[in-house]
């Protein structure tokens, strides 16, 4: 199959998450709904069910969910909300609502609501711990972890198995491991995976089914893999926010030449850094998963002063042969906006130039960010 | 022979142009009022032509800038963005600039400029706020022509302070103003420093240098000048072409891409 056929075939599952949801529902499958983000989606698998992401739609404005949320909850939670309540996706089983952000955990009540209120779906509230790294977080952790087992074996009718969890952690490992390729292999060759296609490839690894997705992935990857080396001639950047994913406004990357070496976006690299172990007690594994992340805005970090995350950002720019970053910042986003000062300093001082475009998922015109992302790249191109 | 370049720059409230020979001397230029989505570009372009006696025919390349950069197709060689184009306008006008501000129809650019070319740059967000489009809000309120703000700003004997957050609320407060019959020309000049406040706080970000040049139509306003001058404490120069200086830019960088294409 060509490289373009695949691409739309990933751009199909990645722009019609309700088709996908319909056709697992057709076949008797159950299926679970998951915000973001780091939640043990593997858990869901282990049940025998499809977990689906719920990280907002690019095509829908806030009409319903506004019953429930206040003005400034982000547009990923309140359109993920609002495809609860149009029909989109209420099919679902069940949604999990981790509380990572400041806006998830008071919206995990407004889901809690909203679903019982109109005898939708059962939600299952998941809370991460903030010290995730000592004996006590770790036990917190699998603690949370096995509400949330318990919750979807209510769901799914029988016991999720310790031997269920293990296989599906391997599952979990390959698809990441796919994806980290992919990754690679994308900021490699951008004359053959745009940034819009890059986005639908990783965007339909939230909607299809793991094995089948990573099968698909690593087929692609091989192709990648193989091509001549790249003579791209236009410019690098390193991507950075919690979702970037419009097509729309990635497009306006590609019409300028501007590539994506890598990224720190949540929705794409950031939840897929860390691995579980394979063997031993599959919760302790799970739970020693999320205490193994680093790095990221939402999660807290002891040396914090030390403005770990904003050097590795910067390294990542540096490792990658990207010339600067592009900061995609989610309107009403409290973490990435304080964070941003950090990033800056330490952009600043390893001199990469950025910028920092504010986006939400309501948009529909980008006219503001192409000025900018083509002045970006003059800039970057002297 | 000569070389003729077409700078066009399609702004959101005004479409100008300017003719270059050989990337030095102005030939030609035109402000059309109206601008993107218009027939203001249309209408500009047959202007600057009819003002140098020229065709399209006769221009070696042209370059569209500014935010209907795109809708030129068919009759514009490339486009840049109008960063880029004030920018390289600026450092034409003045050679030694570091820091270019331009406040737009519906946004405000500050670029940090060495060696004559764009090392840096910030832009507003999506916010009205300390943009042209806010002064003709606030104009529209007061009865007055945008272009009067800056003459009664002048004959203002009291500053009234005006919300620098918004611009919807900013309105109120005008109107609150009226209501309490404070003259017109108090409120103008908050109105003024309410657009430097705002307009400093992004332009600080990329760090102020001399010489600091302010373009675009808003540069016109003397009133929005010196408060810009005093919030940021360094002197503002602008150009008698301070609207054309995208255009001006497009036309430059029109120029360089001619003599590539010769070589």
């Given at each position: 199959m060509s490289l373009e056929n695949t691409f739309k075939e990933f751009q199909a599952v990645a722009y019609n998450p309700k088709k996908c949801l319909n056709?697992?529902?057709?076949?008797?499958?159950?299926?679970?709904?998951?915000?973001?983000?780091?939640?043990?989606?593997?858990?869901?698998?282990?049940?025998g069910m499809v977990p689906m992401g719920m990280w907002g739609s690019n095509n829908k404005n806030i009409g319903l969910a506004k019953e429930y949320c206040a003005t400034f909850y982000c547009t990923i939670a309140q359109l993920a909300l609002?495809?609860?309540?149009?029909?989109?996706?209420?099919?679902?089983?069940?949604?999990?609502?981790?509380?990572?952000?400041?806006?998830?955990?008071?919206?995990?009540?407004?889901?809690?609501?909203?679903?019982?209120?109109l005898h939708k779906m059962p939600t299952i509230f998941l809370a991460h711990p903030q010290y995730r790294r000592p004996a006590f977080g770790l036990q917190f952790t699998i603690d949370q972890y096995n509400n949330v087992r318990h919750e979807l074996e209510a769901i799914c009718g029988h016991e999720i198995g310790e031997e269920a969890i293990r296989?599906?952690?391997?599952?979990?490992?390959?698809?990441?491991?796919?994806?980290?390729?992919?990754?690679?292999?994308?900021?490699?060759?951008?004359?053959?995976?745009?940034?819009?296609?890059?986005?639908?490839?990783?965007?339909?690894?939230?909607?299809?089914?793991?094995?089948?997705?990573?099968?698909?992935l690593e087929a692609l990857n091989k192709e990648l893999a193989a091509l001549p080396a790249s003579n791209w001639n236009g410019v690098k950047i390193v991507t950075s926010g919690i979702i970037c994913d419009n097509p729309v406004l990635?497009?306006?990357?590609?019409?300028?030449?501007?590539?994506?070496?890598?990224?720190?976006?949540?929705?794409?690299?950031?939840?897929?850094?860390?691995?579980?172990?394979?063997?031993?007690?599959?919760?302790?594994?799970?739970?020693?998963?999320?205490?193994?992340?680093?790095?990221?805005?939402?999660?807290?970090?002891e040396a914090s002063n030390q403005n770990r995350r904003g050097e590795f950002v910067a390294n990542l720019v540096k490792e990658s042969g990207a010339k600067g970053l592009v900061l995609f910042m989610q309107q009403f986003c409290d973490p990435e906006e304080m964070e941003y000062p950090y990033l800056k300093k330490a952009l600043d001082a390893a001199q990469i130039p950025h910028i920092k475009l504010g986006i939400d998922q309501q948009m529909r015109d980008f006219g503001q960010a192409a000025t900018a992302l083509q002045a970006f790249a003059d800039v970057l191109s002297l | 022979?000569?070389?003729?370049?077409?700078?066009?720059?399609?702004?959101?409230?005004?479409?100008?142009?300017?003719?270059?020979?050989?990337?030095?001397e102005i030939v030609s230029k035109s402000l059309i009022d109206v601008g993107a989505g218009t027939s203001g570009p249309a209408r500009a372009i047959e202007a600057v032509l009819a003002g140098a006696g020229m065709t399209r025919e006769d221009m070696t390349f042209t370059l569209a800038t500014g935010y209907g950069r795109n809708s030129l197709e068919g009759i514009a060689d490339a486009q840049m963005s109008e960063l880029s184009c004030h920018a390289k306008g600026a450092a034409f006008l003045y050679p030694d600039v570091r820091t270019v501000i331009?406040?737009?129809?519906?946004?405000?650019?500050?670029?940090?400029?060495?060696?004559?070319?764009?090392?840096n740059f910030q832009m507003n967000d999506k916010c009205a706020a300390g943009t042209g489009r806010f002064l003709d809000v606030m104009a529209r309120v007061l009865e007055v022509r945008t272009d009067e703000l800056g003459t009664l700003a002048a004959q203002s004997t009291k500053r009234v302070a005006i919300s620098s957050t918004c611009t919807v609320f900013a309105e109120s407060e005008v109107i609150s103003q009226l209501a309490q019959g404070t003259d017109k020309r108090d409120i103008i000049k908050g109105i003024h420093y309410s657009v430097a406040n705002r307009v400093s706080g992004l332009v600080n970000r990329i760090g102020v240098q001399d010489r600091v040049v302010m373009t675009g139509g808003v540069a016109q306003n003397k009133g929005i000048v010196s408060a810009l001058e005093e919030s940021l404490g360094h002197i503002i120069y602008t150009s008698p072409l301070t609207q054309y200086v995208g255009a001006l830019g497009a036309a430059l960088f029109a120029y360089q891409k001619a003599l590539k294409m010769k070589q």
């Open positions: 056709e697992y529902k057709a076949a008797g499958k159950k299926v679970i709904g998951v915000l973001p983000y780091y939640a043990p989606e593997e858990l869901v698998y282990a049940a609002e495809m609860l309540l149009d029909g989109t996706m209420d099919q679902l089983d069940g949604i999990i609502t981790p509380t990572i952000c400041d806006t998830l955990r008071p919206m995990s009540q407004n889901f809690r609501v909203a679903m019982a209120k296989d599906a952690i391997k599952v979990y490992n390959k698809y990441r491991q796919a994806r980290r390729e992919f990754v690679k292999l994308a900021g490699e060759h951008p004359e053959a995976v745009s940034a819009v296609n890059r986005s639908a490839v990783l965007k339909a690894g939230y909607f299809m089914e793991k094995p089948a997705y990573t099968e698909k990635l497009k306006i990357l590609d019409d300028n030449n501007i590539a994506i070496a890598t990224d720190d976006v949540a929705h794409e690299s950031r939840c897929i850094r860390v691995d579980a172990d394979e063997t031993g007690d599959p919760m302790m594994a799970l739970a020693k998963q999320f205490a193994n992340e680093d790095y990221d805005v939402l999660l807290y970090d | 022979m000569s070389i003729y370049t077409l700078g066009i720059d399609v702004g959101s409230t005004a479409s100008k142009c300017i003719m270059l020979q050989d990337g030095r331009d406040i737009g129809g519906q946004d405000v650019k500050a670029m940090h400029i060495e060696n004559g070319a764009m090392v």
